[in-house]
């Protein structure tokens, strides 16, 4: 089965570059997602990487993908107070489900 | 605008007393999905259906009930709430399951006393 995990807390300075890890167990996942929550609002796919990548880059987000590892990282270069809010890491298989880990709630601080 | 809405957004109500919270989306998706979201646990999955009159249990679908009657509305029925339900409800949607992007609606919160 699935299990996905990431630490739940982060605290930033604006303008430094945050982290946020996650692990997952299945290795047969096809599709995995980051996804933000903004406080009162529901969650937004902010990027996904495919299983055969090892790297995606979108702007000022960068995503790794160890599959050996199973570890799976977002990286927000130059955060902002605006980039405050949870942080989902999710995968999928060949089902149709989605599972998702605890979230991280980034902090940015001036 | 595209768009998934819930309703209500707030609901307070007491044990056994049903309840259906409407989830619909405006895009034409054949895929809708159900969570709750609860501290430290994340989203769980509680009911998801790949296209009309076609329904499956997610990981949590104990104590609920969906219908999928038309392809633009996916409602969660509570038929005897417990507090244990108390939590933040999410539907959410995608073109095709969920190798493609979700799109959530705003939330539900529940309190049941």
């Known amino acids: 089965g699935e299990d996905v995990e990431q630490s739940l807390f982060l605290s930033v300075r604006e303008g430094d570059s945050s982290v946020i890890n996650c692990t997952y167990t299945?290795?047969?996942?096809?599709?995995l997602y980051w996804y933000k929550q903004e406080p009162g609002a529901g969650l937004q796919l902010l990027t996904y990487?495919?299983?055969?990548?090892d790297m995606k880059q979108d702007q000022r987000l960068t995503v790794l993908l160890n599959k050996k590892d199973k570890h799976l990282s977002l990286r927000i270069a130059d955060t902002q107070t605006g980039d405050s809010a949870i942080y989902f890491c999710?995968?999928?298989?060949?089902?149709?489900?989605?599972?998702f880990g605890a979230g991280t709630t980034v902090t940015v601080r001036a | 605008e595209a768009q998934v809405t819930q309703n209500p957004r707030y609901l307070i109500t007491v044990t056994g007393k049903k309840l259906t919270v409407t989830c619909s989306q405006n895009?034409?998706?054949?895929?809708m999905s159900w969570y709750r979201q609860d501290p430290g646990l994340g989203l769980r999955q509680i009911y998801y259906?790949?296209?009309?009159?076609?329904?499956d249990k997610g990981d949590v679908p104990e104590g609920y009930k969906v219908s999928r009657k038309e392809k633009r509305n996916f409602p969660l029925i509570l038929e005897s709430p417990s507090p244990n339900q108390t939590s933040l409800y999410f539907c959410?949607?995608?073109?095709?399951?969920?190798?493609?992007?979700?799109?959530f609606g705003n939330g539900t919160r529940l309190t049941v006393t």
């Open positions: 999710a995968e999928t298989t060949n089902d149709y489900k989605l599972s």
């Open positions: 895009m034409n998706h054949e895929y």
């Open positions: 959410a949607s995608s073109f095709q399951g969920p190798h493609s992007p979700l799109h």
């Open positions: 259906s790949m296209n009309v009159e076609v329904t």
């Open positions: 299945d290795s047969s996942s096809t599709y």
């Open positions: 990487i495919f299983s055969n990548m």
